[in-house]
C-alpha cells in the first residue's frame, strides 16, 4: 500500500526553528495535512495544503511542498515549550477513507 | 460546544472479554471513522462509515466490530479474537463533500488488556 515515513524524534531549544519532514509515495495525493497531538489526546489538524500549492504560511507555520520528490516539510518558527507534542503527516487522494498517516515525530522543546 | 466525545478514556479487559468504545459527534458529519494507534506508529484505519446503517473495513478490522445506527454515533467493539487489542483507539468524523477533508477527533480511549 501507499506509505507515509516520517523521522520518529526531534529535540530543539525554546526560540530556535523546528523543522519537521515527511515523505510519501502516493502520487495522486491531493490534500497533506499536519495534525498535532497533545499527550493523551486526540490529534488537532494544524495546516493542510493543497497538492498544487508549493507552500503555505500560517503565523509561525511554514509548510513546504515539493510535489516532484514527494517530501513534505513543516517549520515552526520560534519554537516554545507548548509546542512539544507528535506531529503527524498524513495525506488523501479521493476521499477520508483512504487518509494515510506517518508514524508521528515526537517534538521535544527544551528550555 | 460541537465536537466528538469517546468514553470511556481508561479502560481495563481481561483476556477472552468483549468490550465496546463510545463515540457520540454533535457535528453533524456524514462520516465517522475508528482508527487504532500504537508507539511508533501511524494510526491505522479499523472501520468507517460514510452513510447510516452503513460501514467498511479499514485495513485492521479483524476482531473489532462497528454499528452505525444513529448518525450522531458510531460505536466500536473489540472483541476476544483480536490478538493483541492494548491500543490507543481514535475516533474520528468529517463532513462528507467538505473541500479540505479535515478530520475532527475525540480525545480517544486507552484499552488495556490484562
Known amino acids: 500500500g501507499e506509505d507515509v515515513e516520517q523521522s520518529l524524534f526531534l529535540s530543539v531549544r525554546e526560540g530556535d526553528s523546528s523543522v519537521i519532514n515527511c515523505t510519501y509515495t502516493?502520487?495522486?495525493?491531493?490534500?497533506l495535512y499536519w495534525y498535532k497531538q497533545e499527550p493523551g489526546a486526540g490529534l488537532q489538524l494544524l495546516t493542510y495544503?493543497?497538492?498544487?500549492?508549493d507552500m503555505k504560511q500560517d503565523q509561525r507555520l511554514t509548510v513546504l511542498l515539493n510535489k516532484k520528490d514527494k517530501h513534505l516539510s513543516l517549520r515552526i518558527a520560534d519554537t516554545q515549550t507548548g509546542d512539544s507534542a507528535i506531529y503527524f503527516c498524513?495525506?488523501?487522494?479521493?476521499?477520508?477513507?483512504?487518509?494515510?498517516f506517518g508514524a508521528g515525530t515526537r517534538l521535544t522543546v527544551k528550555p | 460546544d460541537g465536537g466528538i466525545t469517546q468514553s470511556p478514556k481508561y479502560l481495563f479487559r481481561k483476556e477472552g472479554q468483549n468490550v465496546t468504545l463510545s463515540c457520540e459527534q454533535n457535528?453533524?458529519?456524514?462520516?465517522m471513522y475508528w482508527y487504532r494507534q500504537d508507539p511508533g506508529q501511524g494510526l491505522r484505519l479499523i472501520y468507517y462509515?460514510?452513510?447510516?446503517?452503513?460501514?467498511q473495513k479499514g485495513d485492521i478490522a479483524e476482531g473489532y466490530s462497528v454499528s452505525r445506527e444513529k448518525k450522531e454515533s458510531f460505536p466500536l467493539t473489540v472483541t476476544s479474537a483480536q490478538k493483541n487489542p492494548t491500543a490507543f483507539y481514535l475516533c474520528?468524523?468529517?463532513?462528507?463533500?467538505?473541500?479540505?477533508?479535515?478530520?475532527?477527533f475525540g480525545e480517544g480511549s486507552r484499552l488495556t488488556v490484562l
Open positions: 502516493d502520487s495522486s495525493s491531493t490534500y
Open positions: 495544503i493543497f497538492s498544487n500549492m
Open positions: 462509515s460514510q452513510i447510516v446503517n452503513d460501514f
Open positions: 498524513a495525506e488523501s487522494s479521493h476521499n477520508n477513507n483512504d487518509m494515510r
Open positions: 474520528a468524523s468529517n463532513a462528507r463533500g467538505e473541500n479540505t477533508g479535515e478530520l475532527f
Open positions: 457535528l453533524n458529519h456524514d462520516a
